[in-house]
T-cell receptor, first 110, second 116 residues
Framework: DAKTTQPNSMESNEEEPVHLPCNHSTISGTDYIHWYRQLPSQGPEYVIHGLTSNVNNRMASLAIAEDRKSSTLILHRATLRDAAVYYC???????????FGAGTILRVKS | NAGVMQNPRHLVRRRGQEARLRCSPM?????VYWYRQLPEEGLKFMVY????????ESGMPKERFSAEFPKEGPSILRIQQVVRGDSAAYFCASSPSASRDTGELFFGEGSRLTVL
């Protein structure tokens, strides 16, 4: 099964930043760290990925620890539409497929 | 560029019938993945296919389930003799290649199977 550990749930206020942690202490040197999210009644959606360096895109930022054993997904200003289950996945840990864990349920309060 | 298209979006079958779920990957994508999500549960990998080949079927139940991705046409997930436990959302995803630098899998909206 997935080798990442995430909190079951987190809560945020609208318009505030959200930091979603992920531990992956057994990560190998070639594993990419991927984040996906799943909004209610929808298919998963790619958010961001990285290998060693921090990454930014229009949706979020990914901060990767120097030893790569943990990472943090940062949503800079949470909106109600960001309420979803967020999955941290080590890509290529199991070949080309993605193996989803339980993820973190993010609730956003207005 | 249309996204991953799945149909039907909703399918109702009686126990013992067959269910066929179709997935058209994004244009130019030759890799297809199927996932199943039981009610209130997580996404479980079922099968990974490239054109005309099954690459990884480690998540497929040993009986009643099959998948194909022919040279022409959509990928098909087929469930024979459905049972109530097959009721779930089935998601398809596609990617252009198997490169380690490939960013994302693109998911469809899912097909929701209800077995009466």
């Amino acid at each position: 099964d997935a080798k990442t550990t995430q909190p079951n749930s987190m809560e945020s206020n609208e318009e505030e930043p959200v930091h979603l942690p992920c531990n992956h202490s057994t990560i190998s040197g070639t594993d990419y760290i991927h984040w996906y999210r799943q909004l209610p009644s929808q298919g998963p959606e790619y958010v961001i990925h990285g290998l060693t360096s921090n990454v930014n895109n229009r949706m979020a930022s990914l901060a990767i620890a120097e030893d790569r054993k943990s990472s943090t997904l940062i949503l800079h200003r949470a909106t109600l539409r960001d309420a979803a289950v967020y999955y941290c996945i080590l890509r290529f840990e199991y070949g080309n497929k993605l193996v989803f864990g339980a993820g973190t349920i993010l609730r956003v309060k207005s | 560029n249309a996204g991953v298209m799945q149909n039907p979006r909703h399918l109702v079958r009686r126990r013992g019938q067959e269910a066929r779920l179709r997935c058209s990957p994004m244009k130019g994508h030759s890799h297809v993945y199927w996932y199943r999500q039981l009610p209130e549960e997580g996404l479980k990998f079922m099968v990974y296919l490239q054109k005309e080949n099954i690459i990884d079927e480690s998540g497929m139940p040993k009986e009643r389930f099959s998948a194909e991705f022919p040279k022409e046409g959509p990928s098909i997930l087929r469930i024979q003799q459905v049972v109530r436990g097959d009721s779930a959302a089935y998601f398809c995803a596609s990617s252009p290649s198997a490169s380690r630098d490939t960013g994302e899998l693109f998911f469809g909206e899912g097909s929701r199977l209800t077995v009466l």
